[in-house]
């Protein structure tokens, strides 16, 4: 275990649904990540918070909404994806912003329907 | 823009083989990281190695970095079934923080 955790694991969705997917990092770090990772294309960073504060939104369509309510807690709320959205999606985490070892979660795999 | 690029894209060895990863960048870099993957799971740091450093060992790992010919290396030797997995290189961005992860080598062990 990395002390990075996200749920759920597994999520379907319809293209009109709103969910929430969650990542919480027991380690203490000042620095959460969201990546996407897709089929045969290398992992695309969505999201960087460092300090609760969004320091990177890499041109994410903005039916990805991330939320940083505290330094251990990150979610990204889905509204009005489509089918191509659907990936794994991981969070990740380092003890500040920079070019500093990232320690990620299982991922979640999306599914868009 | 993609930085970092592995090569070969997949590798079949037999148990007790060593296996060679390589990965090519385009700029300058701070550090050099190697992360593993297994199917359908989260990376797992392996090891970083700094723009100053040549080789760094960590058990059966081995890395290499040549700034000049801007390339890294991850020797894995005597690899096990349980080395079975994809394999990225990532550097640093052109905005602090962001590391930039190639497409990976897709290793596979037979037993």
């Known amino acids: 275990e990395t002390g990075v955790t996200q749920t759920p694991r597994h999520l379907v969705m319809g293209m009109t649904n709103k969910k929430s997917l969650k990542c919480e990092q027991h380690?203490?770090?000042?620095?959460m990540y969201w990546y996407k990772q897709s089929a045969k294309k290398p992992l695309e960073l969505m999201f960087v918070?460092?300090?609760?504060?969004?320091?990177e939104n890499n041109s994410v369509p903005s039916r990805f909404s991330p939320e940083c309510p505290n330094s251990s807690h990150l979610f990204l709320h889905l509204h009005t994806l489509q089918p191509e959205d659907s990936a794994l999606y991981l969070c990740?985490?380092?003890?500040?912003?920079?070019?500093?070892?990232?320690?990620f979660g299982p991922g979640t795999r999306l599914l868009v329907l | 823009s993609q930085q970092g690029e592995e090569d070969p894209q997949a590798l079949s060895i037999q148990e007790g083989e060593n296996a060679t990863m390589n990965c090519s960048y385009k700029?300058?870099?701070?550090?050099l990281q190697w992360y593993r993957q297994n199917s359908g799971r989260g990376l797992v740091h392996l090891i970083l190695?700094?723009?100053?450093?040549r080789e760094k060992h960590s058990g059966r790992l081995r890395v290499t970095l040549d700034t000049s010919k801007k390339s890294s290396s991850l020797l894995i030797t005597a690899s096990r079934a349980a080395d079975t997995a994809s394999y990225f290189c990532?550097?640093?961005?052109?905005?602090?923080?962001?590391?930039?992860f190639g497409k990976g080598t897709k290793l596979s062990v037979k037993p």
């Open positions: 990740a985490s380092s003890q500040n912003r920079g070019w500093e070892t990232q320690y």
């Open positions: 190695i700094r723009s100053n450093e």
């Open positions: 700029t300058s870099i701070n550090n």
């Open positions: 380690l203490g770090h000042n620095a």
């Open positions: 990532a550097t640093a961005g052109s905005i602090e923080g962001n590391l930039i």
């Open positions: 918070y460092s300090l609760e504060e969004r320091v």
